[in-house]
């Protein structure tokens, strides 16, 4: 069973600062792994989709990584604002052989506060 | 062109009751997914839908069943509702059987008092 977990779940950084936000799954077999934003009590926006052949992908001042041998991604966001405050979330697709794809394995999530 | 959008905001039942909640995906979606998000957790799946036909399916018992229409809209209904079932449920699309990057609906907040 893909359980997927993520380091820290909380974090509280003044502005300015480059992050780090950790996440781990235990079955490498996954077809792609993608990180989500969401804000108190509303829905998730897609932020970086990462095909398991792929490395990284960067977008803006996001950037994650991909290293699915040991089953780990982080997701680097840089110049932290007070905007970027949020729950973010990581999430894994497993290669299965079914006739859909699509099932996302999700950890609980890093929940950030970048204050002034 | 719209996202992907999901019927009601909010709704609030008592235990017992049933409930059904409706999404939309987003234009060129043929796969919907539904999952179960209760607070401080990760989404939970429930199950997928395509060709209107249930593809994969979490967890969840039979009293979570849906429905994909032709226009690849999806309902999730709830029978029999528990204090339990109280969470945030989210809607997701993806173009070809769900092989690419999944879009979501900004969610129903079901309370069960």
């Known amino acids: 069973k893909q359980e997927v977990t993520q380091i820290p779940a909380a974090l509280s950084v003044p502005e300015g600062e480059n992050l780090v936000l950790n996440c781990s799954f235990t079955?490498?077999?996954?077809?792609?792994l993608q990180w989500f934003r969401q804000d108190p009590g509303k829905g998730l926006t897609s932020l970086l989709l990462i095909q398991s052949s792929q490395r990284e992908q960067t977008s803006g001042r996001l950037n994650a990584s991909l290293d699915k041998s040991s089953g780990r991604s982080t997701l680097y966001i840089a110049a932290s604002q007070p905007g970027d405050s949020a729950t973010y979330l990581c999430a894994v697709r497993r290669a299965d052989r079914g006739s859909t794809l699509g099932r996302l394995y999700f950890g609980r999530g890093t929940q950030l506060t970048v204050w002034p | 062109d719209a996202g992907v959008t999901q019927s009601p905001t909010h709704l609030i039942k008592t235990r017992g009751q049933q409930v059904t909640l409706r999404c939309s995906p987003k234009?060129?979606?043929?796969?919907v997914s539904w999952y179960q998000q209760a607070l401080g957790q990760g989404p939970q799946f429930i199950f997928q839908y395509y060709e209107e036909e249930e593809r994969q399916r979490g967890n969840f018992p039979d009293r979570f069943s849906g429905h994909q229409f032709p226009n690849y809209s999806s309902e999730l209904n709830v029978n029999a509702l528990l204090l339990g079932d109280s969470a945030l449920y989210l809607c997701?699309?993806?173009?070809?059987?769900?092989?690419?990057?999944?879009?979501f609906g900004p969610g129903t907040r079901l309370t069960v008092t």
């Open positions: 234009s060129g979606h043929d796969t």
């Open positions: 079955d490498s077999a996954i077809y792609n």
């Open positions: 997701a699309s993806s173009p070809d059987r769900g092989r690419y990057e999944q879009y």
